[in-house]
């Protein structure tokens, strides 16, 4: 099952530009995360932001959170050919464990 | 171990045969979680173990479908009666699994299955 959906599904952009992502999601959370893929890897977990906190920074990530609208936000800051990977936003439901995850924002950076 | 170890890292099998693919967690991580991937896809929620016991196996799409893990470390995805349909990369992931309530995922680079 899946429960995020993220937009866009494809993102092509230059680099030094920044990029957006969404993610909408149904069910109560505990926290909502986000998560890169190289291609043909694994995932790789970039940041976290709890039920009860809005906004997250690390290093050239921001992370928004609005649980009143089931929405969260990635952007990426000046961007660089390296970033171009899949990027998926994972919920965690309350009183458990199990993560969910999105379909996945495809972003491609030009050098 | 360092990382999450997923063998094999390529099957490809015949239609109507059984598959098992292992995934041996980070060392102390409790939480143990299988995920299938198509291409293009994000990951499609199987089954996830607390230790020995299935947590949540409503992820699993049929009977077919079956999952293990009785020392509560290695688990073993057993695939019965394979069909080209199940062919997808199966992702298992490890999380500390604690009272934290953070449970960040650490996965494993996947065993890609082919039915032909």
């Known amino acids: 099952s899946q429960q995020g959906e993220e937009d866009p599904q494809a993102l092509s952009i230059q680099e030094g530009e920044n990029a957006t992502m969404n993610c909408s999601y149904k069910?109560?959370?505990?926290?909502l995360q986000w998560y890169r893929q190289n291609s043909g890897r694994g995932l790789v977990h970039l940041i976290l932001?709890?039920?009860?906190?809005r906004e997250k920074h690390s290093r050239r990530l921001r992370v928004t959170l609005d649980t009143s609208k089931k929405s969260s936000s990635l952007l990426i800051t000046a961007s660089r050919a390296a970033d171009t990977a899949s990027y998926f936003c994972a919920t965690v439901n309350t009183g458990g464990f199990k993560t969910i995850f999105g379909a996945g924002t495809r972003l491609f950076v030009k050098a | 171990g360092a990382g999450v170890s997923q063998t094999p890292s390529n099957k490809v099998t015949e239609k109507g045969k059984y598959v098992e693919l292992r995934c041996d967690p980070i060392?102390?991580?409790?939480?143990l979680y299988w995920y299938r991937q198509s291409l293009g896809q994000g990951p499609e929620f199987l089954i996830y173990f607390q230790g020995t016991g299935a947590a949540d196996d409503s992820g699993l799409p049929n009977d077919r479908f079956f999952a293990v893990r009785p020392e509560g470390s290695v688990s073993t995805l057993k695939i019965q009666r394979t069909e080209r349909g199940d062919s997808a990369v199966y992702l298992c992931?490890?999380?500390?699994?604690?009272?934290?309530?953070?449970?960040?995922?650490?996965f494993g680079a996947g065993s890609r299955l082919t039915v032909l």
């Open positions: 060392s102390g991580h409790t939480a």
């Open positions: 069910t109560s959370i505990n926290n």
């Open positions: 992931a490890s999380s500390l699994g604690g009272g934290s309530g953070a449970n960040v995922l650490t």
């Open positions: 932001i709890r039920s009860n906190e």
